[in-house]
């Protein structure tokens, strides 16, 4: 079969400016038209804040988290390097002039696999959010009835937080940058073990309470 360079260039030229022309109308079509929200303004104060890619980058985070310590150079490196190869050897290596993909098995499933892969890497990642976002929640939780633990044991009887409250004992600001939660716990059930002569009185709580109360501790700054 004889072809004419010159024809199958010049369809070719026009199929590729057709297309080209079209993507640029939608994403131009989308930027004036869709009012996308704005994330609210970053607050380095906020510790509570999940960063997260955009959905069409999930997949690679998820991938990313199958890949722990220093196997992430698995996903970030070597499958991404052998896939472009891939690519790139792919004319050399396959010499088959059938283009129909059902007379292509191989290529045809290799392409269905790494799609369905993509797909669910994607749909696995957007659900993290949730996830996180419950712990958060629950931690939430737990500080706030700490506080209030806090309060009814009436711990600022002696212990201010950031100035505020009598300085009987130690200021509690910034106490997770100082202990960590083992010891903080370890006063609290027996303040006389960790400091011999302490007037502090031990609180007596029960363990959910406990951790409670920790965690609020933790969470000052
Ligand atoms: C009667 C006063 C008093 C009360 C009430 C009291 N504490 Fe204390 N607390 C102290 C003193 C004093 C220390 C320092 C230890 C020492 O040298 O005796 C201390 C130490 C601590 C520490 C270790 C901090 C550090 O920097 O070493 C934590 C945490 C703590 N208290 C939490 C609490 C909590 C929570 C409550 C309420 C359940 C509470 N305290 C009630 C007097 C008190």
């Not at 609210?40 to 990313?64: I, M, S």
């Not at 890497?121 to 996830?131: H, N, S």
Request: net charge neutral; with cysteine.
């Amino acid at each position: 079969m004889e072809v004419k360079t010159g024809k199958v260039f010049s369809q070719h030229l026009a199929k590729e400016l057709l297309m080209a022309v079209g993507v640029v109308a939608v994403v131009l079509g989308l930027a004036l038209g869709i009012d996308l929200p704005e994330e609210k303004l970053a607050d380095p104060a906020d510790n509570t804040y999940v960063p997260r890619p955009e959905w069409y980058f999930l997949f690679l985070f998820q991938l990313l988290k199958l890949f722990p310590g220093q196997m992430e150079l698995v996903a970030i490196v070597v499958i991404p390097l052998a896939g472009t190869v891939l690519l790139y050897g792919l004319p050399f290596v396959d010499r088959n002039p059938v283009r129909h993909p059902k007379q292509r098995p191989l290529a045809s499933w290799a392409g269905v696999v790494i799609l369905a892969g993509v797909l669910v890497l994607t749909a696995w990642g957007a659900d993290l959010p949730r996830e996180v976002a419950r712990t958060i929640g629950l931690n939430k939780a737990a500080i706030a009835a700490g506080k209030e633990i806090f309060e009814q044991k009436q711990c600022s009887m002696c212990h201010a937080i950031r100035g505020q409250g009598q300085n009987f004992g130690p200021d509690l600001a910034g106490l997770s940058k100082r202990y960590d939660e083992a010891y903080v716990e370890g006063v609290l059930k027996n303040p006389q073990q960790v400091y011999p002569g302490t007037p502090m009185p031990a609180p007596n709580l029960p363990p959910e309470e406990m951790e409670k109360l920790t965690a609020f501790l933790m969470s000052l700054e």
